[in-house]
């Protein structure tokens, strides 16, 4: 079974420029998630996707980042435009719908984003 | 806020038994424990979880105290590319039929040759 899929691996931007993300979930899996994990932190949740739509925002920065998942499948993240504080590692993870030990999240290998 | 507590850092000899503790004293009766571990510039690993009785699968034990607020992921044979950071979580319901995993910074666990 293939695993969730995401591209470019790495990326280098300038402050200001806009970059995107993407991500292919695991076949079947309804739900999709976008993380930011800064050097020396743990994974912290941007968005949270129920099929096509959203569950849970609240820690998106929505003046400058934007997610969509189209036709409940793949998603693009968007940072526009990016600042300094930018620079992490952005992981997508998908699950089955969760109800009681379902739900495993599972991850892809990230895109490491630095903005100089 | 993560609703767990983990040492940051520990040591464990190669061959032998890794026992990553974790306290999760708020923890809710319908919540789960999950594990992951993130090995340096890969995405996080899911290992296991549970919800009252200990659990195991072919990579790891979960053992959970009968009050439920800790837990303990045993590596019984820890190798050298268990190196990596490990994640105690607990899985937060919301919305109503939704579910959350808040990261905190983890274990560093170091297996030594």
């Known amino acids: 079974e293939a695993g969730v899929a995401q591209s470019p691996r790495y990326k280098i931007i300038e402050k200001r420029q806009s970059v995107a993300f993407w991500c292919n979930p695991i076949s079947g899996h309804a739900t999709l998630y976008w993380y930011q994990q800064i050097l020396g932190q743990g994974p912290k949740l941007l968005i949270q996707f129920q099929n096509n739509g959203v569950v849970d925002d609240s820690q998106l920065p929505k003046d400058r980042f934007s997610a969509e998942r189209l036709k409940g499948v793949d998603s693009t993240l968007k940072i526009q435009p990016a600042k300094l504080e930018d620079s992490a590692v952005y992981l997508c993870?998908?699950?089955?719908?969760?109800?009681?030990?379902?739900?495993?999240?599972?991850f892809g290998p990230g895109t490491r984003l630095l903005v100089l | 806020d993560a609703k767990t507590t983990q040492p940051p850092s520990m040591d464990c000899a190669e061959g032998r038994a890794a026992n990553l503790p974790c306290n999760h004293s708020?923890?809710?009766?319908?919540?789960?424990v999950y594990w992951y571990r993130q090995i340096h510039s890969q995405g996080p690993q899911y290992i296991i979880h549970g919800l009252k009785n200990n659990e195991t699968n072919e990579m790891a034990s979960l053992i959970i105290t009968e009050d439920r607020k800790s837990s303990t992921l045993i590596l019984p044979h820890a190798t050298l590319r268990d190196t990596a950071v490990y994640y105690c979580?607990?899985?937060?319901?919301?919305?109503?039929?939704?579910?959350?995993?808040?990261f905190g910074k983890g274990t560093l666990l170091t297996v030594n040759p």
């Open positions: 708020t923890i809710s009766g319908n919540e789960y």
């Open positions: 979580i607990v899985r937060v319901l919301f919305g109503g039929s939704n579910y959350k995993l808040t």
């Open positions: 993870a998908s699950s089955l719908a969760g109800t009681g030990g379902g739900g495993t999240q599972y």
